[in-house]
């Protein structure tokens, strides 16, 4: 089984300014790991994943993620964010035994300020 | 990739009557499945739905209260019995291509209110 912590509920930033999402993770099993944006009144919308290779992956809209296995996170960053940005990030995993679902973080909420 | 909609997009529901909520996907797919977001919360797995077989519950779920369907490869449905207004959330269809990209693609999700 895996779980996924995201340490922030919230995180208000004002906008061009760096952001830095945190997500954690537990498994038994290697992982593949996503981020997902869901703006308001909106689906989840896939922003970036880790399958292997390069632990530095890109996504969409600018966003990157580093994967660290010792540490077992998956930090989503953003060099300058944009009011745009606004919205909830879910972080989440799923292990690499055929069938396992997606398990998701609680949520953290980017509020950009103009 | 998949494109999916879901009908209907919000619905307000007296207590004690039931929703039909309908996922159609743009595609063929294996592995459908169901998730409840309450609010301000994340999401949780309600069941997975594979045609032909029965769906598979994820615990604190039964099949009395969420009823699904899945009569061919891009179409299901989810049904919220006897409602209360515990059961207002956000409900998302969401597939898997089984393509190797390990994807899964969401709906827009229905948001149901119980009065």
């Known amino acids: 089984a895996q779980s996924v912590t995201q340490l922030d509920s919230q995180v208000p930033v004002f906008e061009e300014a760096p952001v830095e999402l945190r997500c954690n993770y537990s498994s038994s099993v290697s992982v593949y790991l996503f981020w997902y944006v869901q703006y308001p009144n909106q689906g989840l919308q896939l922003l970036l994943k880790?399958?292997?290779?390069?632990?530095l992956v890109k996504g969409i809209n600018g966003f990157e993620a580093e994967f660290n296995k010792s540490q077992t996170s998956f930090h989503l960053r953003k060099p300058s964010v944009h009011i745009s940005d606004t919205a909830e990030y879910f972080c989440a995993v799923r292990g690499h035994n055929a069938g396992n679902m997606l398990t998701f973080g609680g949520g953290t909420r980017l509020m950009v300020k103009p | 990739s998949a494109v999916i909609s879901q009908k209907p997009s919000r619905d307000i529901c007296q207590r004690g009557t039931s929703l039909t909520i309908q996922c159609q996907v743009d595609s063929q797919v294996t592995m459908m499945f169901w998730y409840r977001q309450q609010p301000g919360q994340s999401l949780t797995l309600i069941a997975t739905?594979?045609?032909?077989?029965?769906?598979?519950?994820e615990s604190g779920f039964v099949i009395d209260k969420f009823p699904i369907s899945r009569p061919n490869l891009t179409f299901s449905t989810l049904t919220v019995s006897n409602l209360s207004p515990e059961d207002s959330s956000i409900y998302l269809c969401?597939?898997?291509?089984?393509?190797?990209?390990?994807?899964?693609?969401f709906g827009p999700g229905t948001r149901l209110t119980v009065t």
């Open positions: 739905a594979n045609q032909g077989s029965e769906a598979t519950y």
């Open positions: 969401s597939v898997s291509t089984g393509t190797g990209d390990y994807e899964q693609y």
């Open positions: 880790y399958l292997s290779g390069s632990t």
